[in-house]
């Protein structure tokens, strides 16, 4: 019994916005703008991601225009953006938080390639205005 109740949450959460209870308490760290710091790619990423109190995360190019606005959720302290698709071929993005919180990691699955972000105190779109 125990292990069907088991399997019927996991297909109840399969899209991540049906598991979403209380974003206040778990995910308030989360909220704000992240900036990459360190990455494995020859290049650094001049994107931004942020992280907003309704639960979406926006996606900014090096010129401050929004690319793309999913929703997140932050389950067992990792932040997952998107749900994949229906056929786990784009499988969430999941971001893990050092200890402390001050940075977030994101691994490429397959290649281990990450990059890390730590929270902007002001981005460079905030600057520009």
Known sequence: MRLEMVIIATMAC?????????????????IGIWQPVETDYNVLSTEFIEFTGDGMSILYDKNCNRMKEIEFIV???????????????????????????????????????????????????QRQG
């Open 14 to 30: 399969a899209s991540l916005a049906s598991c979403v209870t209380d974003r206040s308490t778990d995910s308030i760290w989360a």
């Open 75 to 125: 389950i067992d302290g990792k932040v997952y953006v998107g749900s994949g698709d229906q056929n786990n071929r784009f499988p969430p993005a999941i971001f893990q938080p050092s200890d402390d919180r001050t940075k977030l990691i994101h691994k490429v699955p397959g290649s281990g390639l990450k990059t890390t972000y730590e929270k902007a105190r002001i981005s460079e779109c």
